[in-house]
């Protein structure tokens, strides 16, 4: 069995459909070419370091959206999951589930020793191509911050 490549940044991001939290399928091909697009993935919804990463993505949603950056989370919890754990926290942002990992597979996600689903964030320019990735299983809130960073510096490329 051939070991997948690990993404690196300039690579094209690749393409999932998935559930969000009301069940309804999103497909990211939809969002890429269009806007800006952040993606994190996270380990569970209602654990600490979650919870923490998603409210801090939520706190600067409207940042995110006036720079014409679009955020998305994703996770293995069913979209029921999502849906409370979206509406218990008012996230604003679709939280796509990806119970079968398929977009984990897809963005080569590695699992934190071995075992835990790992906290990744990836920022995806407007051609399609991922411009950061930053890694980091503890430290959720700066996931945002990263994030945040790369955007306002593409915007002000274009």
């Known amino acids: 069995m051939p070991k997948t490549e690990a993404l690196k940044i300039g690579d094209p991001a690749p393409t999932v459909t998935l559930p969000d939290q009301n069940n309804k ?3 990211l091909s ?5 806007k800006v697009v952040v993606l994190f993935f ?3 919804d209602n654990t600490s370091v979650c919870t923490a990463e998603a409210c801090s993505f939520r706190d600067q949603y409207s ?3 006036d720079l014409g950056a679009e955020v998305i989370g994703i996770s293995s919890d069913s979209a029921s999951s999502h849906s409370q754990f979206a509406g218990k926290h008012q996230l604003p942002y679709k939280l796509l589930s990806d119970e079968k990992g398929a977009a984990r597979k897809a ?9 835990m689903p790992g906290r ?5 320019d407007k051609s399609s191509k991922i411009r950061y ?3 980091s299983q503890l430290d959720g ?4 911050s990263e994030a945040m960073k790369i955007v306002k510096e593409l915007n002000n490329k274009t």
């Open 30 to 34: 939809d969002l890429y070419g269009k």
């Open 42 to 44: 996270y380990p569970k």
């Open 120 to 124: 990744v964030t990836y920022v995806i």
């Open 25 to 27: 399928p999103v497909s």
């Open 63 to 65: 940042e995110f959206k």
């Open 141 to 144: 809130p700066k996931h945002v």
């Open 133 to 135: 990735i930053f890694n």
């Open 107 to 115: 963005f080569t996600v590695p699992n934190t020793m071995g075992i």
